[in-house]
């Protein structure tokens, strides 16, 4: 089992910076965690991801380069800082966890994950 409770999110300008934390407990540090976000009338979209030794990441075009992913195993902690935000990354932000690599299975797809976090809201305005 694993539990995950996101934080961190917030409302900022565009341009702005916001860092979302997931505190993880249970057995997480057997899977890949990623995080997805879901827009109003969208479904969820994988965008970031990191295995298990933190030596390996994935990002989505749509936030490659603005977006990083790390993990601090002594905290127990996941973060996704977010830097340059627009109004597009506009979103309630999910942290999971999965069994399978970023490189195979379904990821980014949410089938991907075995274990969510409640979620965390994301206001960007313009």
């Known amino acids: 089992q694993v539990q995950l409770v996101e934080s961190g999110g917030g409302s900022v300008q565009a341009g702005g910076s916001l860092r979302l934390s997931c505190a993880a407990s249970g057995s997480y540090r057997r899977y890949y965690m990623g995080w997805f976000r879901q827009a109003p009338g969208k479904v969820h979209e994988g965008i970031a991801a990191?295995?298990?030794?933190?030596?390996?990441?994935y990002y989505a075009d749509s936030v490659k380069g603005r977006f990083t992913i790390s993990q601090d195993n002594a905290k127990n902690t996941l973060y996704l800082q977010m830097n340059s935000l627009k109004p597009e990354d506009t979103a309630m932000y999910y942290c999971?966890?999965?069994?399978?690599?970023?490189?195979?299975?379904?990821?980014?797809?949410?089938?991907?994950?075995?274990?969510w976090g409640q979620g965390t809201q994301v206001t960007v305005s313009s």
């Open positions: 990191i295995n298990t030794g933190g030596t390996s990441t």
């Open positions: 999971a966890a999965g069994s399978a690599g970023f490189y195979s299975g379904s990821w980014p797809s949410p089938s991907w994950a075995e274990y």
